[in-house]
């Protein structure tokens, strides 16, 4: 039986998330390009393996590229990093077309406002595109409400907004570091997920969020 998407090359391997048989070629071209992958897929978990073995980081490429996060700061930061991640997340679980980029997009953005407040001013540049303006919302969100849950447990806020800035700066170079750059790429997404219980923001190959 050939491919039915180059129509040429015999079927090797199920794609789950076209129900049906295609090229190993086609499969790995097309991954994550043309196909909307489920993170199930086994041939996806493969490829992500694969290219993180090969993967090399040029921080002059990476968002805020003259800045360097010192490991520590994950630790002593993570109750933060954790609410953050959880805002992406939660917005994400209800829309399957969120992907990569957008989650980088936003985090970028609002990485470049909270950088301002370093001059005394600022400044917010909104995505334009509906769903990266969504997680830069929800990220928003996420801040204020932290923010006000550490002020009412510890009598004021503690959390200072270069803290902030530094956690916001921290997501997206690491995003930056795992995403693959494809159109439908969700392994940043993915990884941010996997910190949670799995029911939380679990799908299933079709893309149906389970309860």
Avoid at 12 to 33: D, Q
Avoid at 94 to 107: G, I, K, N, T
Avoid at 110 to 125: K, M
Wanted: glycine share 6%.
């Amino acid at each position: 039986m050939a491919c039915p998407i180059c129509e040429k090359r015999k079927v090797k391997r199920l794609c789950p998330a076209r129900a049906e048989s295609i090229c190993a070629i086609c499969c790995g071209t097309e991954r994550e390009v043309t196909i909307d992958c489920p993170p199930d897929c086994s041939y996806l978990a493969a490829s992500r393996e694969y290219d993180a073995l090969r993967r090399e980081i040029d921080w002059s490429n990476l968002p805020f590229g003259e800045v360097k996060i010192d490991p520590s700061f994950a630790q002593a930061h993570g109750t933060l990093l954790t609410a953050l991640d959880y805002a992406i997340c939660a917005f994400a679980a209800s829309r399957r077309e969120v992907v990569d980029a957008d989650v980088l997009a936003a985090l970028q953005a609002l990485g470049e406002a909270y950088r301002t407040l370093s001059s005394g001013i600022y400044y917010e540049r909104v995505p334009d595109h509906s769903l990266q303006r969504g997680i830069y919302e929800a990220l928003k969100s996420a801040i204020a409400d932290f923010s006000k849950a550490e002020a009412e447990r510890a009598g004021m806020a503690t959390t200072r907004d270069a803290d902030i800035r530094d956690a916001l700066i921290f997501l997206t170079q690491l995003g930056a570091t795992r995403t693959n750059g494809r159109p439908k790429g969700r392994a940043y997404l993915d990884l941010l997920r996997a910190q949670f219980p799995k029911e939380e923001f679990q799908r299933t190959a079709s893309g149906i969020l389970l309860p």
